[in-house]
């Protein structure tokens, strides 16, 4: 058996899952990818551009290694929510461009430290604000997966489109046709649980 390697592998889990999110916006129009899908207004790229923020609050002052971008909706006098969706001038080339640097700040703090580094997350409460590089991967990792299966469903909401990544869908194989009839027995099994339910499947 290969011996682990625990930051190697927490960077990996970590990269699998910003490469996840940043495809849900592969082959989607400016609209699609802002559209507010539901009634929160979660929209795909408002995730990107959250995410991209959070990494670098992070894994990068939370360090002491500050990052040279100015994220104006971070600001004191930003309105609520200003970092979960994308302003007309904001195009997707910037905010993406924004997450792929976001990555390599990370990716040079997660390199240069070791991971029972000592770090400060001054938004958390005194009594667990003080971590260490290897908490705070697995805080990012939980992070992005989260907001990545936030993409999932609003991606198959835009378009119908699923699945983990190119070249690995990771779904159960089979048409649309089969698709149709297992939602349809999903529906069925959904009434029959809850006698007097009468929707009839959508």
């Not at 990716?107 to 290897?134: F, N």
Request: glycine content about 8%.
């Amino acid at each position: 058996m290969t011996a682990s390697d625990p930051k190697a592998d927490l960077h990996r889990y970590l990269q699998d899952a910003r490469e996840a999110l940043l495809w849900k916006l592969d082959g989607l129009t400016e609209y699609d990818v802002r559209r507010p899908m539901v009634p929160t207004g979660t929209n795909l790229l408002g995730l990107v551009k959250h995410v991209a923020s959070v990494e670098f609050g992070y894994f990068g002052d939370c360090f002491g290694r500050p990052y040279d971008e100015r994220l104006p909706w971070l600001e004191d006098d930003a309105e609520p929510n200003a970092d979960m969706w994308a302003a007309p001038g904001e195009t997707r080339e910037q905010i993406t461009g924004l997450y792929r640097r976001a990555w390599a700040h990370s990716d040079a703090t997660i390199g240069a430290l070791a991971l029972d580094a000592s770090g400060h997350v001054p938004w958390w409460p005194a009594s667990r604000s003080e971590v260490t590089l290897h908490k705070i991967l697995v805080h990012m990792i939980a992070e992005t997966d989260r907001h990545a299966g936030q993409a999932d469903i609003v991606r198959e909401l835009v378009d119908g489109a699923a699945g983990l990544r190119e070249g690995n869908d990771n779904m159960a194989p089979g048409d649309k046709a089969w698709w149709e009839d297992y939602r349809s027995r999903l529906e069925q099994a959904a009434r029959e649980a809850e006698p007097g339910v009468t929707r009839e499947a959508g």
